[in-house]
């Protein structure tokens, strides 16, 4: 698929995921400019290759779900914060701060890299 524009069709059999759920992303993702979505008969999704460098996994999971989950309770409560903490709070921040310090500092092209030499997979 490199070089080209492809469809939601395409990235779902690709990837082994519902078409539905894969254009729904798809499109949280163009309204979000980390990619960019082409209409007509040679459109479809594609992301420029120098943008691939400065996409971070942050920005992708900012997209689809925003900032709630580096801010989310780890047992799920309404109301958990540093002044009415769950019990697990504490241990969940380290967690959510890891989180967030991976998703910040991987990059898409780090991700493809590892892909095309073959060290990662997104379908066995």
Partial sequence: MEGRRVSPKEIAKEIDSPEAFTA????????????????GAHGGFE????????????DIVDAID?????????????????????????????????????????DLEALALDIKLGETFLKR
Avoid: W
């Fill in 66 to 106: 925003g900032d709630n989950i580096y801010k989310g309770c780890g047992l799920g409560l309404k109301e958990c914060d540093e002044t009415k903490p769950c019990p697990m709070h504490d241990k969940f921040k380290s967690v959510r701060d890891e989180l967030r310090l991976m998703l910040e500092s991987t």
């Fill in 24 to 39: 729904k992303i798809l499109q949280a993702l163009a309204r979000n400019n980390v990619v960019n979505s082409i209409k």
């Fill in 47 to 58: 992301i420029n290759k120098d943008e691939i460098k400065t996409v971070k996994l942050s």
